[in-house]
């Protein structure tokens, strides 16, 4: 392609990259979170919930920032990481956890509101026919979430897609490490004359997560036909 | 050898120039992270992997000097800028600052108590005894090439901005340039960040400060500082 | 294995409170709607916590309020065939045929094979729960139930939602599974028919409470308690099978005496229960001819209950056992019925309808 | 009115394909778990739409796939009693029974108060559906299509889930829907006691075809037709009540004769529908004396119908009208029926049991 | 209030009052638009589906800028509106807008999911005795969606309390008039020492946002608990 550098494709690779992981590794926690509070009973629940929401309530850049004051390299989670040989702070990996956390309360809240719509009979019926709590959960409830958990993998998705404040708090702009396609954007509007190629990466970017967008409702369609019986 | 530079993200266009040409005769790779001067010095406070930050004001490098995270002694001032008041093109005012104390169109600036560009246009209007007048039509945005972009899509009559800024957008057109005395110099100081320097990164900080690249800053319509 | 309960459990102006056990074979819960049939059957298999009580089962305690112990459902390993089917809507029909198969360390006393058969699902193996009709989503869920080699079983209006020939086709499954297994099966039932073809122990609920218990025997041939309605009463004789007639008759021996069924399928030598309604039986004083009815059982006056209404329940002590026939007052008076006046029990061989013999 | 109904709708594995008219009355649809009732009634409600086919009610075109026309099923005003009782789990069962009051322009046939007292769902008005037993939700869900002012009755399976004694008292609601209003009812059963008493037209589904239609008394006497299997047949006759004798017993009168019954409630006059059911009659050569059972019809053989089991179905004219009779092949070469022979009906008073009794 | 100057508790009740509206205006719009998705047939409902979760992929700062180009001054749909009176680009009205816009797929998701999770043979049963499609939605899928509805609401509430990209692009930021807290939040961070004062922004802005996550987490139990029916 002529009309994009191939800075601005290592944007794009990056950011599908970024986000492919973000879904894939938040989703499970995701899943577990949304899990204990559309059943569990325990004190910190509210806590635990709150939590869940903060990156939704906080401007981006403070999420980041708090990111970037915990993982960073004199952060206390980020040194411990880093003696594992894990680098977060101004790397990929950390466009990821960025993407992934502020993804986060979005994935919960999808997949928590399919685990509240699960009839417990059913699950009841499962625990009689001799199937314990995780079976239960991995046989019944699982499959029967499922298209909750395709919407909440597709919001988490498009969100690091477009996620911007706190990825560029955290991990910078670092072109070919860190630069996803929202900082390349970015950096483009800051110079005059940088909107056409600015709305070159919208365009790729958008049509990405539309195609990614697409499939997710094929899939939970399909999901959802098994279960209608039809 | 690859070298990563912080920058203020006014700057890009003329860097982005400026480090394609290092890159050719030195073989260096450099990596160039845009953003705005507070989330860099405060990445680069908590150790972020740069070797050079350039500002786009004073306030920040100096923030960081006072935490021993840049070296003082490789710093140096590179470019100066200058305020201009700018309007939609095709505007042709004989009295500039008479028809905007008239009003009543807004005036786009960027946070004019955080980012320089705002800082240093509310300085000018106060000196010129316009702020406390104008103040309510001022509509702030979260950087100085937002509020250009404000002017240049017709949102709002007036503005704000840098020369350079001005300079490279063709639908909007500077009406007055505010006076170097009335508001504090406008700097674009560099350094090396402790801990980080390499030969190459010094090599790059004295590019910085060549001939060659200032006449490709001023080709950007910066202006030299003048000491 | 014996399965004893005791729960109590108070609910939104309703109290459970109850105590009873269930032996081995079939013991049917029998009430009126909304008398706690299916809450009992819940806590027993551990889906409802109640407040207080005790629940063992051949000898394990499943749970016992005071000792505080609790096994959770998973482990209690109940067949519990549900009210309303719940289905496993993401499953096909062999998928949750096979759930519970999954979790049964051993398979059960029926294969997979035997049990699609009697249901009548095989055409269905492939489709969703979503795409059966009512009768078919409650005979799946018998089949789960029943495939998950259960230790007991719970079976809440099983056969409700079925047409008479598909119950007659089930009905013998838990007449095998009583007499062959040592498995106690609680069953909840509406039908009188049912009741009385199955039940080895009936316990008869009311407003959370247990009103009678016995076995069924005792219970249904009881002329002091009528508890499905009088309409219900009846004895059951133990007869052999003796012969299969060539005009499509069974002839059958009990005590001695000689009973003519339309032909049965069970071998010559065969034990069986025949319950005989009593409301099917006309007494005679005497020995009547020419009728078209094929059995006739002499015997004596045991007792005579007349109620409020018009009739009349009398026991008939014959050498086949006791009988029992419900007629009116008025038929009593005329035929001048006291205890120990010889009579005669004239029931149609068509009477005994094949639901009602069970082994 | 009338509905007629003609529908084609091919499903997976399965092909509904029906025509029938349910004349005013009561419709009975019967047929084995999965011969295509709930698809039938799914059709009329409007909530399938079949591929082809038309749906009519007193004239008025429903549907007809021919000429594109379709009313949505909430212009139908269809009471539909679903078999799965769908109660709103958000609604109390006050505000469930009053759900389709807001929408009918006027009040039903029975007011609110006669609908709680008929089902005894009083105590639980202030309830959710979550907090009821299967068999209270069903009641329910009966009232709630009731106390729409239907213009037609669907009910699929209503009694299922319910005891005999509640059963009982809501049968005589469904008769008098029947006699005193003019709205087509379609109802499901499998109990061929209620089908008996209620239908006054009788549609057997097979596979998703009608196999046989016609009237009540016409399909369940017909001795060549026993669509509810042998144990059903039963003949129909109409009687009316002469007098309530003090020993509980009610002296009815058909054709002349007298017929003696436990005690009814209807008052001297009325006019009723009896059902004989054809194995309660013992068939006797002579005029049998000393026996408890007090009804006996005098006649002649009509018709004699053996099939292949141990069973004959005998029809015996008499001034009540057609009486069934089903007796063993044996009895009936030991008593030399033929057509023509005279002959005598014995049936018991307590076999003519009260749900058979309609008005 | 000695620790927060009077601008910042203005940006608070500002920030309070854009969420506000922004949730409640959007959120009729949102259950129509999840309603369409979750049950209609239509051309162009992908499309639609794409449209809706824009918000999400772009980032903010593009949604804000395309916000101005349409809603502002000089655009088409801003001069529609002007000449019926009502201004939206450096509004508190426009600040509602961008948080709206920015909430909206949160919104949809949610709500769809629940009305996804709704039997529809409870609407049949609405429709047999006599309920027209409006009916059934008011009277049986409204009350059933209730706890999606208002997981929806606080998810867009939660969000408009934190947008700050779309919002000071298109509104920019106008002490009293469209500073919302984020803004205020930036504005400190701009500034070397200001994060103190950020800081205590964050507290009450998260403190506020907490408080309504957990009014709406009582009022879901409540929905929930009466179609448990007990
Ligand atoms: N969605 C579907 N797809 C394919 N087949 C179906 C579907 N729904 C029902 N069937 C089949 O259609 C037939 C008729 O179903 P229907 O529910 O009408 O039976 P029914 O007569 O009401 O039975 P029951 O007495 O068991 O309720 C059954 O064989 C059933 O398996
Ligand atoms: N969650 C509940 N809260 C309060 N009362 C309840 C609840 N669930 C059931 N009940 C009441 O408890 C009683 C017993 O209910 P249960 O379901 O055990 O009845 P049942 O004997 O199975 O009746 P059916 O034959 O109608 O199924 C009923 O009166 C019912 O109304
Ligand atoms: O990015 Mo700046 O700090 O306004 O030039
Ligand atoms: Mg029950
Ligand atoms: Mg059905």
């Given at each position: 392609m002529t009309w994009l550098g191939p800075e601005e494709w290592q944007a794009v690779a990056l950011s599908l990259k970024v986000s492919a992981w973000a879904t894939a590794l938040s989703l499970p926690l995701a899943l577990l979170v949304a899990h204990a509070l559309a059943r569990g009973r325990f004190v910190g629940k509210a806590l635990l919930n709150g939590l869940v929401h903060l990156p939704l309530i906080l401007p981006p850049v403070v999420t980041g920032y708090l990111l970037l004051l915990s993982f960073?390299?004199?952060g206390t989670l980020g040194q411990a990481l880093a003696s594992v040989g894990l680098t977060l702070a101004f790397h990929w990996t950390g466009a990821a956890l960025a993407a992934a956390v502020m993804g986060f309360p979005l994935m919960v809240r999808a997949i928590r509101l399919s685990i509240e719509a699960v009839d417990p009979k059913l699950e009841q019926a499962a625990a009689t026919l001799g199937a314990s709590r995780l079976w239960v959960f991995a046989t019944v409830t699982l499959p029967l979430i499922l298209p909750g958990l395709i919407a909440g993998a597709i919001l988490g998705f498009a969100k690091a897609m477009g996620e911007f404040g706190a990825t560029i708090t955290f991990v910078?702009?670092?072109?070919?490490?860190?630069?996803?396609v929202p900082s390349a954007i970015y950096a483009f509007l800051q110079?005059?004359?940088g909107e056409s190629a600015a709305a070159r990466l919208v365009m790729i970017s958008v049509a990405l997560a539309l195609g990614a967008l697409l499939a997710s409702e094929a899939l939970a369609r399909r999901a959802a036909r098994r279960v209608a019986g039809t | 050898e690859q070298i990563t530079v912080f920058a203020a993200a006014s700057l890009k266009t003329a860097l982005d120039d400026i480090a394609a040409g290092f890159e050719a005769t030195t073989g260096n790779s450099v990596a160039l992270s845009f953003a705005g001067s507070s989330v860099l010095a405060r990445q680069i406070g908590l150790?972020?992997?740069?070797?050079i930050f350039i500002s786009a004001n004073p306030e920040w490098m100096d923030w960081l000097a006072e935490q021993g995270r840049i070296d003082p002694t490789s710093r140096r001032d590179l470019v100066s800028n200058r305020l201009v008041l700018i309007a939609p093109a095709g505007h042709a005012p004989s009295h500039p600052l008479a028809d905007l104390a008239a009003g009543p169109g807004r005036i786009a600036m960027a946070?004019?108590?955080?980012?320089p560009a705002g800082i240093y246009g509310k300085a000018a209007l106060t000196h010129l005894d316009l702020w406390d007048q104008l103040a309510p039509r001022v509509v702030q945005t979260d950087n100085a090439r937002a509020a250009l972009a404000l002017v240049a899509t017709g949102a709002v009559p007036y503005g704000i901005v840098y020369a350079t800024d001005a300079q490279a957008e063709p639908r909007v057109m500077p009406l007055y340039t505010f006076d170097?005395?009335?508001?504090p110099p406008i700097r674009y100081p560099a350094a090396l960040v402790t801990g980080q320097d390499s030969a190459a990164a010094r090599a790059l900080l004295d590019h910085l400060a060549s001939a060659e690249a200032r006449a490709i800053l001023f080709r950007h319509g910066f202006l030299p500082v003048e000491e | 294995m014996k399965l004893e309960v005791e729960l109590r459990h108070p609910m939104q102006g309703f109290t459970l409170d109850v105590a009873f056990a269930a032996p081995p074979g079939l013991t049917v819960l029998f009430g009126?709607?909304?008398?706690?049939k299916t809450t009992v059957i819940n806590a027993v298999a551990g889906l409802l916590r109640p407040e207080r009580g005790r629940v063992a089962l051949g000898g394990e305690t499943l749970q016992d309020s005071a000792s505080r112990i609790w096994l959770p459902p998973h482990r209690r390993r109940m067949g519990y065939v549900f009210q309303d089917a719940?289905?496993?809507?993401?499953?096909s029909v062999r998928q949750n045929l096979g759930y519970g198969r999954w979790f049964a360390k051993t398979s059960g006393p029926t294969s997979f094979a035997q049990v699609i058969e009697m249901l009548g699902i095989g055409p269905l193996l492939?489709?969703?729960?979503?795409?059966?009709?009512g009768g078919e989503r409650q005979r799946v869920a018998i089949g789960r139930a029943l495939l998950a080699n259960p230790r007991a079983i719970l079976a809440d209006e099983?056969?409700?939602?079925?047409d008479e020939a598909r119950k007659g086709e089930i009905l013998p499954y838990f007449e095998r599974l009583r007499d062959e297994t040592k498995i106690p099966i609680l069953y909840v039932s509406h039908s009188a028919a049912e009741v009385a073809r199955l039940a080895t122990t009936v316990v008869v609920l009311q407003d959370g409470r247990v009103i009678r218990q016995g076995s069924a025997a005792e219970v249904l041939a009881?002329?002091?308690?009528?508890p499905l309605g009088a309409r219900a009463a009846g004895a059951i004789l133990t007869a052999r099978v003796v012969a299969h007639h060539a005009d499509g008759l069974t002839e059958l021996e009990a005590g001695g005496e000689r009973l003519f069924l339309?032909?049965?399928?069970?071998?010559?030598?065969t034990a069986l229960r025949l319950r005989i309604p009593a409301q099917e039986v006309i007494l005679s004083r005497q020995r009547p001819e020419?009728?078209?009815?094929l059995n006739i059982l002499s015997g004596h006056v045991a007792q005579i209950r007349s109620g409020d209404g018009p009739g009349a329940l009398v026991s008939l002590s014959t050498r086949a056992g006791t009988v029992l026939a419900r007629i009116t007052r008025r038929s009593a008076t005329a035929l001048e019925l006291r205890e120990g006046t010889p009579c005669h029990a004239v029931i149609k061989s068509v009477a005994i309808a094949p639901e009602d013999i069970g082994r």
């Open positions: 960073g390299p004199t910078s702009n670092i072109p070919g490490q860190t630069q996803t110079v005059p004359g | 150790g972020a992997p740069a070797q946070l004019v108590e955080a980012v170097t005395d009335t508001h | 009126r709607s909304g008398s706690g719940r289905l496993f809507p993401h499953l492939d489709r969703r729960p979503g795409a059966l009709s099983p056969l409700a939602a079925l009881d002329p002091a308690v009528t339309p032909r049965i399928s069970h071998p010559e030598g020419g009728l078209s009815a």
